[in-house]
């Protein structure tokens, strides 16, 4: 039996840092964010220690990317078929798993190109393969009218995490090899207990489904495909992945074959996380007064400008200013598009809709770090870089170009665009035993 999604929806009242369901999932995600973010930026750093290649270390960046992009699918259709507690759960059991195994391999000396590369790939597979659940569950969690406060609240959470996450992965590599995966394997522990601790149970459906994976695909498919706004957005969103983590992995591998310390580095991953925690206290403002539609395409053409310049910067107090500029209006763009976007999907496709979107934006991805490794060695930065930023820029052109996107409204006038427009989900219905608000 299942009843109306009102009578189940948080309350609407109820302020963010009452919901004790919703402290309990963010604290999850925040410890491991802090382990994650230790472990991500060591990595390449580590890998480089272990090889003493750039090629190589593009090369194992490669495998790892494509380790998230085979899981993307199959997690989106697991965490609308499964229920999404139980999935985050066996994420982190799983992190914890590889981290052990990850220690062991750095500790015993066996070490390698290919063993990091298995070990990276089965890590970015067991992510997107799991770990989807986690934000798909938000829907449930929190009323649609805080969906851009919550995504914007992650955003800072992301941001706080990665300011020191550089310095301190840097400071303990600089201690030990093995000091920031026992770190990120830390943090798989703390996001198990917290997840652990929630009250609720997050279902996908009122019922269980008798369609098939070919038929649940087809249908999120056919969903997106009604939206073409999602895939204008998604392009533009794919050229700024491309293109801006393209230019961060050249800066990190360039410095760090520069001789440069990994404290350093890690202080410019500050500075950029820095800019994302600023963007981020103002999202909330932003999306409220700004349509979303501005929000999504002026930061890209600010992001643009500072590619252009960035392969330019003559010292690492340029570099880190170029990194400020990035990262400012990121959680604008995040807060805005992805709150709108959460809103149109129905609960029961989050997941599938989440993968497929994620597929489209990041599904580039990988070819940053290969190009950025071996850009360095066949044909130096200054070419590479620029390659980048024009990537920077025909986004930014996309977005200057799609009529649709520019006239998405403020967030208030979501509701009234999505029914004009024809973009609204049906009724919904949430299962019976999935958590309500608490206080």
Not at 124 to 136: E, F, I, M, Q, V
Not at 311 to 323: E, K, M, T
Request: glycine share 10%; proline share 6%.
């Amino acid at each position: 039996m299942s009843e109306e999604l009102a009578e189940h929806a948080p309350d609407r009242d109820l302020p963010l840092h009452r919901n004790t369901e919703y402290r309990r999932w963010l604290l999850g995600d925040l410890l491991q964010d802090i382990g994650t973010g230790i472990g991500a930026f060591a990595f390449p750093l580590i890998t480089l220690l272990v090889t003493d290649s750039l090629a190589a270390t593009g090369a194992v960046a490669v495998v790892q990317g494509l380790g998230a992009l085979v899981g993307m699918i199959p997690g989106g259709v697991l965490a609308d078929r499964v229920e999404r507690r139980r999935l985050r759960l066996l994420t982190a059991a799983t992190a914890v798993l590889l981290q052990l195994a990850l220690v062991l391999v750095l500790a015993t000396g066996t070490a390698g190109a290919v063993v990091l590369g298995v070990l990276a790939f089965a890590d970015r597979l067991r992510d997107t393969l799991l770990g989807t659940a986690s934000n798909a569950m938000l829907k449930q969690i929190v009323p649609t009218a805080q969906l851009p406060r919550a995504v914007a609240v992650n955003q800072g959470r992301e941001a706080a995490v990665e300011m020191g996450s550089g310095p301190a992965g840097g400071a303990l590599l600089g201690l030990s090899i093995l000091f920031p995966p026992l770190a990120q394997l830390l943090g798989a522990v703390g996001s198990l207990l917290a997840t652990w601790s929630m009250a609720g149970r997050y279902p996908p459906r009122a019922q269980a489904t008798s369609a098939s994976v070919v038929e649940d695909l087809r249908e999120a498919l056919v969903w997106i495909r009604s939206q073409p706004i999602r895939l204008q957005m998604a392009a533009i969103a794919s050229a700024v992945n491309l293109g801006a983590n393209g230019l961060l992995f050249a800066v990190l591998l360039m410095l760090a074959d520069d001789g440069v310390p990994a404290t350093r580095i890690g202080l410019l991953n500050s500075v950029l996380a820095g800019a994302i925690l600023l963007g981020s206290v103002l999202a909330p403002r932003l999306v409220d007064r700004v349509p979303t539609g501005v929000l999504a395409i002026a930061p890209v053409l600010l992001m643009a400008a500072v590619g252009a310049a960035l392969p330019f910067a003559p010292s690492l107090v340029w570099i880190g200013a170029c990194y400020a500029l990035l990262g400012i209006g990121l959680p604008a763009i995040n807060s805005s598009t992805q709150g709108f976007f959460t809103h149109l999907t129905p609960i029961a496709m989050q997941g599938r809709i989440g993968s497929l979107m994620r597929l489209l934006t990041l599904g580039l991805m990988p070819l940053a770090p290969a190009a950025a490794g071996w850009g360095l060695d066949l044909v130096g930065p200054l070419p590479m870089m620029l390659g980048f930023a024009a990537v920077l820029v025909l986004g930014a052109l996309a977005g200057l170009l799609d009529r649709d996107l520019r006239r998405v409204p403020t967030a208030p006038h979501w509701v009234r665009f999505a029914r004009e427009e024809g973009l609204a989900a049906e009724e919904e219905t949430v299962p019976e035993n999935a958590t309500a608000a608490e206080g």
